[in-house]
């Protein structure tokens, strides 16, 4: 894939970049990137549920410091930033899940609300420039399909997973007013579901849900009919597609996610294939699946205008990746292809 020279340019070829949630999944493989292209990078976290095993390859490099902070306080920095990419927060919870992943409701509105806030304060102090990562969750349990950037979403705002939405379609607004009242130039990644090492094993997610399950021996646990869908992206693909974002001029919120849908029954049945788990899937129904958003499946329009970028990555290869890393976090041999 080619990147449009315009894409490229910067202000400055090497920038000091502050990146918030740093030891986080996405956090980590972005700090790579970053440092790949020659930048400065300044990683904030306070290891909530970031992990520093994500980091620790970077321990020892000149052009990579550790900042471990909240990013709900305030936020100094003297050096002169020329960017700050906002990716702190705990991730959307799950209310099905029973692996008791600690659900961090206030935590998770407050670096949604306050980390945003902070982190645009910055951005303007230092006439940087800023990046949200925000989510797809911002469409709720969406009535229409698939979801285009201009959708306005279907969110319960006292819902379980209403900490994380509104939290992130708060910190959507507060970018727009810090673009348009102070001439902040931002930018809104909306994420869809990706996946890729590095994912915590026990978020309760259903990748790692899943993938342990398989290596386990174990029935896949289906919450629900599994008729539900997502589309999930490997975490290369949508650094890329944030790299490109970073580096336009672009204010207006941008998908990045791989728009191929699939079914969580059909996905569960991929990955059991994958580990050749013979035990198939189990289903679950419990009464907080109300909220467990029915159809997700990015609309890339703007994004393949725009940046240039779609997906590369085939689902079954990102798996074999991911699979093997959950083997290697899990202690168990590597596997023999
Ligand atoms: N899910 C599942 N079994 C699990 C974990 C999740 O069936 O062990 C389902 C969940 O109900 C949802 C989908 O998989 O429909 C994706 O869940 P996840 O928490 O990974 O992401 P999100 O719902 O935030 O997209």
Not at 39 to 58: E, M, S
Not at 204 to 211: K, Q, S
């Given at each position: 894939m080619i990147i449009p020279e315009t894409?490229?340019?910067?202000?400055?070829?090497?920038?000091?970049?502050?990146?918030?949630?740093?030891?986080g999944f996405l956090g980590s493989?972005?700090?790579?990137?970053?440092?790949?292209?020659?930048?400065?990078?300044?990683?904030?976290?306070?290891?909530?549920?970031?992990?520093?095993?994500?980091?620790?390859?970077?321990e020892g490099n000149p052009n990579f410091r550790l900042m471990e902070q909240d990013v709900s306080a305030f936020i100094q920095v003297d050096e002169p930033l020329d960017y700050i990419l906002h990716f702190a927060s705990p991730a959307s919870p799950n209310p099905a899940s029973p692996l008791g992943y600690p659900n961090l409701p206030i935590q998770t509105l407050k670096a949604g609300a306050l980390g945003t806030y902070n982190s645009l304060g910055l951005a303007k102090a230092h006439k940087a420039r800023f990046l949200l990562a925000s989510t797809s969750e911002v469409y709720g349990d969406p009535t229409v399909h698939p979801q285009s950037e201009d959708y306005w979403g279907n969110c319960d705002p006292i819902g379980p997973r209403s900490v994380y939405d509104e939290a992130k379609r708060f910190a959507e607004a507060l970018t727009m007013a810090y673009h348009n009242v102070h001439g902040v130039r931002t930018h809104i990644v909306r994420i869809f579901n990706t996946f890729g090492p590095r994912m915590r094993l026990d978020d309760?997610?259903?990748?790692?849900?899943?993938?342990q399950q398989a290596l386990r021996g174990e029935p896949l646990t289906i919450y629900g009919t599994g008729e539900q869908t997502r589309s999930f992206c490997y975490v290369s693909d949508l650094i890329e597609g944030i790299y490109r974002l970073m580096m336009t001029d672009e204010h207006l919120p941008v998908n990045i996610g791989n728009p191929i849908e699939t079914s969580i029954k059909d996905f569960a049945l991929t990955i059991n294939e994958l580990c050749q788990n013979p035990s198939g899937i189990s289903t679950i129904f419990t009464d907080t699946l109300g909220d467990d958003p029915q159809r997700r499946q990015p609309d890339i329009t703007r994004a393949r205008n725009i940046l240039g970028w779609e997906p590369q990555v085939e689902m079954r290869d990102g798996l074999n990746l991911t699979i093997d890393y959950m083997r290697q976090k899990l202690g168990l041999p590597t596997r023999q292809v």
């Open positions: 894409l490229l340019k910067t202000e400055r070829p090497v920038m000091l970049i502050l990146l918030t949630g740093a030891a493989h972005l700090c790579d990137r970053l440092l790949k292209e020659g930048h400065q990078v300044i990683g904030l976290d306070n290891f909530v549920t970031g992990d520093p095993a994500n980091l620790k390859h970077l309760g997610r259903v990748v790692p849900n899943f993938i």
